[in-house]
């Protein structure tokens, strides 16, 4: 899967001649080969597309590699002499470069060394990604699935004595048993007052009975990421409790079920929080209710109240609606939707009603 053609038909209109992509995330979405950070980096212009790496990758590259003209860089043809080849040869006088993360360092290099204007455009590639494909859906749903089966394992081994640090190690080696190349980001495990730490870090922490146990975790599967979060309890719940968790999946459900094309983030956002606010936990919901995943675990669009553009059909993004009760308990609960024109699909299969292990 690579997105070169995707990129270059949007240079005309930016009026651009060719557009830089230097950072990990939008290289990879554009000729869909992984090399770590600054090891590579891929020019596409209006007639054809290039991919500049070293001798690490050359070999790996030239297998993965579509659509582009392999070249590679070492001493003496550096990247920078390469982009000047790459200039004269299509006559490039304008080129997009990503303002959003290229360094300062590199930008004042290749504004010094290179015969062309830089005109920044990273947005070009924000756009383009904020709107999945139906090949970016399969395996992100595949990545998804993934991650259910190690949710359905873990399930097993969640028992009081058990350490949240365990339960975040098993998930990781149960999601790269079950085919992940990669976690989207560090599980987080969180259990009893702990959980009020929405992003908190697994600890040597023993889970209890009585207790909530949150689990907010994701692999990648093809360079996508997948993302969920369930919240269980063991052994036993409270009125309390059970008067958060269903309040939380109210919430949740009330979110996705104003998810479609066309609204704003701050709409789905703002659905959700009523649901929230009503119960009488508005103070306790401090984060915004989903964001876009794909190449990267947190990319546009944004579900949140400050998302004030509409929302594209076939964007991705979280559904996740919390209560943090500081220092007694949390519950979030996370699925991945996809937005159509009228409605959205829910990506997660895995069951949410409260469960008492
Ligand atoms: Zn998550
Ligand atoms: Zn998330």
């Known amino acids: 899967m690579n997105h070169f053609k995707k990129i270059a038909e949007k240079l005309e209109s930016r009026g651009l001649d060719a557009m830089l992509l230097s950072c ?39 297998r993965a590699v579509q659509d582009a003209e392999l070249r590679e860089v070492g001493p003496g043809h550096g990247y920078t002499a390469r982009l000047k080849e790459a200039i004269a040869e299509q006559s490039i006088e304008k ?17 010094k060394a290179l015969p062309c204007q830089l005109v920044p455009a990273a947005d070009l590639l924000t756009e383009l990604r904020r709107v999945k494909d139906r090949e970016e859906l399969a395996v992100m749903t595949a990545a998804q699935r993934i991650a ?33 190349e990669n976690m989207s980001f560090d599980p987080i495990v969180v259990s009893g007052p702990n959980g009020s730490l929405p992003h908190g870090v697994p600890s040597d922490r023993k889970i209890q009975s ?32 059970r008067t958060v968790y269903e309040t939380v999946l109210a919430a949740q459900k009330a979110g996705i079920a104003a998810a479609r094309a066309g609204v704003t983030g701050r709409d789905v956002d703002g659905a ?29 669009p944004t579900a949140s109240s400050a998302g004030d553009n509409p929302l594209p059909a076939g964007a991705v993004i979280s559904a996740e609606p919390g209560i943090y009760l500081p220092g007694k308990l949390g519950v979030r609960i ?10 959205c699909e829910n990506l997660t299969r895995a069951p949410k009603e409260l469960l008492v292990l």
Not at 216 to 233: E, K, L, N, P, Q
Not at 282 to 289: A, L, V
Request: glycine content about 12%; some cysteine; charged content about 25%.
């Open 24 to 62: 990990e995330a939008n290289r990879f979405y554009a000729s869909g080969f992984h090399s770590a950070g600054t090891d590579g980096m891929a020019l596409v212009t209006r007639k054809k597309n290039y991919y500049f790496t070293d001798s690490r990758y050359t070999e790996a590259a030239a």
């Open 148 to 180: 259910e089966r190690a949710l359905e394992d873990i399930l097993k081994e969640i028992r009081p004595g058990a350490a949240e640090k365990e339960i975040a190690a098993r998930l990781q080696y149960l999601m790269l048993h079950y085919g992940a």
């Open 210 to 241: 009585g207790e909530f146990v949150t689990m907010d975790f994701g692999c990648i599967y093809h360079g996508y990421c997948s993302d969920m979060t369930r919240t269980v309890a063991v052994g036993s719940v409270t009125e309390e409790m």
């Open 95 to 111: 080129m997009g470069y990503e303002d959003a993360c290229m360094t300062v360092r590199d930008f004042e290099t290749y504004r």
């Open 334 to 343: 996370e699925d991945v939707i996809v937005l159509t024109e009228d409605g």
């Open 272 to 300: 959700a929080r009523k649901v929230i606010a009503d119960a009488g936990y508005g103070d306790f919901f401090g984060h915004g209710f989903g964001h876009g995943v794909g190449v990267e675990i947190h990319e546009a």
